[in-house]
Each structure stands twice: as C-alpha cells, then as structure tokens.
C-alpha cells in the first residue's frame, strides 16, 4: 500500500519560505506524477504544482513566481518550497500521487502538514 | 481557470434515505474527441485526507461502494449516494482536469 507523509515546520514567519518533504513509501516514485495541494482554513482545494518523477514540472499560475518542487528519488521523497510567505499561505499541505491510468486525478494522499503564517 | 460550484453547501439525510449532490463549472469539460467529462469527485471523511472516489464522471473508482454513482455532462454533474449510511458522513468535492490549473468545488457536507 503506498503511503504518502509530510514533514516540515508547521510555522513559518512572514516573508520566509515554507519547506515541507513528502515521503513515499510502500511503492514507487517512479513512472508517476507527484503534486502538492493544498486547503487554506475555510476554503477549498487549491492544487499547487507538479513534479514528475525525471524532474520535470508545471506550477499554478497564481503561484508559479513563488513555488519550486523537487524530487529525490534515491531518497522516494519529493519537496515544496514556497517562497515570501504571507498570511494567505496558511493551509493544510497534502503532497498526493497522480493517478497512473487518469493523470490529473488523485488516488493516494500525505494525511496533511498543517503550516501556519505568522510572526 | 474553469470555476467549479456546488450545491447545496451542505445536508442532512436520513440513514438509508438519498443523497444528491450537484457540480457544476463554468465552462464544458467534456472532451469532444473522446466523449469524456474531465469531472472527479472525492470523499473527505473528518481527520483523513480527501479519497477519489469517481473519474470522468461516473466510473467508480476501484472499492468504492456502489451506492455511490455519478452522472452528468458538460457543465452538470451529480454525485448521488442511493443509500446513506453513516460512514458516509463526510465533506465531498468535484474536480475538474479539463485543462490545467485543476479545481476543485468549494465542497458539500454530508451530515445524517
């Protein structure tokens, strides 16, 4: 059974960059699609970006300028970072794998990384 | 980007009773070339991530019960729950992946 956990800081300063890891385990990093997405307090799902696993990725528009995601395969894990932080960056990060047959769909999720914005 | 709504915002249902939920975007995800709706629902059960639970549209995701079923085309979509049952208590969500960035609806709370 793959498993999907989030590990990083769950607070983070005003204009800092927010850095979270997930790691897979119980399956494969490779062949597939890997995204962050995540779900401010009170509001929807917002999906962040991808990361494939040779290295290549495609980013939120609204986010693009800020987010860099990458991946270590030796380790199974991929990363987010999230630069110039602000309030509105307060969310529940989940890192997700793409579905293999569906790629923009989403069947295994980290259980969340709570990350707060403040000083 | 495509704007997904849903409604109602949220429901209660009694055990056994029918659960009906709609979604819609604000533009067609259906895919001419293929005749498929680019539309997914997820289950998000409190304290756990969100689950998938149907793609384009109406297949079942593998080991979803199938009380669960899904409809639509185009810009409306239902998920319908034919018989609640209490596990069934969660917040649902559609998503579409019509085109990129994908969205998600603000979500729909299944209460008993």
């Known amino acids: 059974q793959v498993q999907l956990q989030e590990s990083g800081p769950g607070l983070v300063k005003p204009s800092e960059t927010l850095s979270l890891t997930c790691t897979v385990s119980g399956g494969s990093i490779s062949g597939y699609y890997w995204s962050w997405i995540r779900q401010p307090p009170g509001k929807g799902l917002e999906w962040i970006g991808y990361?494939?696993?040779?290295?290549?990725?495609n980013y939120n528009p609204s986010l693009k300028s800020r987010v860099t995601i990458s991946v270590d395969t030796s380790k199974h894990q991929f990363s987010l970072k999230m630069t110039s932080v602000t309030a509105a960056d307060t969310a529940v990060y989940f890192c997700?794998?793409?579905?293999?047959?569906?790629?923009?769909?989403?069947?295994?999720w980290g259980q969340g990384s709570q990350v707060t914005v403040s000083s | 980007d495509i704007v997904m709504t849903q409604s109602p915002d949220s429901l209660a249902v009694s055990l056994g009773e029918r659960a009906t939920i709609n979604c819609k975007s604000s533009q067609s995800v259906l895919y001419s070339s293929n005749n498929k709706n680019y539309l997914a629902w997820y289950q998000r059960k409190p304290g756990q991530p969100p689950k998938l639970l149907i793609y384009?549209?109406?297949t079942r995701e593998s080991g979803v019960p199938d009380r669960f079923s899904g409809s639509g085309s185009g810009t409306d979509f239902t998920l319908t729950i034919s018989s609640l049952q209490a596990e069934d208590v969660a917040v649902y969500y559609c998503?579409?992946?019509?085109?990129?960035?994908?969205?998600f609806g603000p979500g729909t709370k299944v209460d008993i």
């Open positions: 998503q579409q992946y019509y085109s990129t960035p994908p969205t």
């Open positions: 384009w549209a109406s």
């Open positions: 997700v794998r793409h579905t293999a047959t569906v790629s923009w769909t989403f069947d295994y």
């Open positions: 990361i494939y696993y040779s290295g290549s990725t």
